[in-house]
T-cell receptor, first 114, second 114 residues
Framework: DTGVSQDPRHKITKRGQNVTFRCDPISEHNRLYWYRQTLGQGPEFLTYFQNEAQLEKSRLLSDRFSAERPKGSFSTLEIQRTEQGDSAMYLCASSLLLGGETQYFGPGTRLLVL | AQTVTQSQPEMSVQEAETVTLSCTYD???????LFWYKQPPSRQMILVIR??????QNATENRFSVNFQKAAKSFSLKISDSQLGDTAMYFC???????????FGKGTHLIIQP
């Protein structure tokens, strides 16, 4: 059973650059979530998809952030014009509709903006 | 809006002891779910235990059990016969019936001493 995978695991970028992260959910899961976790804090919800539809976006998701799930399988999260405050761990999770609402998390992508 | 509060930033116990981690929450939903997740150092978030709010019986998973007090909005985690591998950050989280994102507490850093 393959779990949630994320790529890359680590990313260092300079302020102002664009970055893109990928998440591959558990294969039969139709819901996919993105979270951001800063040091010493719990994860904060950013957005979620059911199949290819983006159903909810947090106020934390500024205009510089965009997420897609074009075929209802993998998802990408892009951050444009990165800022030092974007430095965080970006977590992806997936769940199965009517599967008891349990979300399974990937290993995360750690972003450092210099 | 949902809120989750974990009032113990750090706890330390000896191996084989029993430890209880506290969590309180606030929600306006009638149908919701509660979770405890474990995040070992530099490793991914894994589910420890989940509880559906409509179920009165407390959930149990091997050495892990919860004390769910719905009226008090309390959801504590008890770890029996603690093991060195239980050392991790523990996050309490809630999920509303509308299947939006998880709301996490700030976490409790649990240290199991040999």
């Amino acid at each position: 059973d393959t779990g949630v995978s994320q790529d890359p695991r680590h990313k260092i970028t300079k302020r102002g650059q664009n970055v893109t992260f990928r998440c591959d959910p558990i294969s039969e899961h139709n819901r996919l979530y993105w979270y951001r976790q800063t040091l010493g804090q719990g994860p904060e919800f950013l957005t979620y998809f059911q199949n290819e539809a983006q159903l909810e976006k947090s106020r934390l998701l500024s205009d510089r952030f965009s997420a897609e799930r074009p075929k209802g399988s993998f998802s990408t999260l892009e951050i444009q014009r990165t800022e030092q405050g974007d430095s965080a761990m970006y977590l992806c999770a997936s769940s199965l509709l009517l599967g008891g609402e349990t979300q399974y998390f990937g290993p995360g992508t750690r972003l450092l903006v210099l | 809006a949902q809120t989750v509060t974990q009032s113990q930033p750090e706890m330390s116990v000896q191996e084989a002891e029993t430890v209880t981690l506290s969590c309180t929450y606030d929600t306006s939903e009638n149908n919701y779910y509660l979770f405890w997740y474990k995040q070992p150092p530099s490793r991914q978030m894994i589910l420890v235990i989940r509880q559906e709010a409509y179920k009165q019986q407390n959930a149990t998973e091997n050495r892990f059990s919860v004390n769910f007090q719905k009226a008090a909005k309390s959801f504590s985690l008890k770890i029996s016969d603690s093991q060195l591998g239980d050392t991790a950050m523990y996050f309490c989280a809630s999920l509303g019936g509308g299947a939006d994102g998880l709301t996490f507490g700030k976490g409790t850093h649990l240290i199991i001493q040999p």
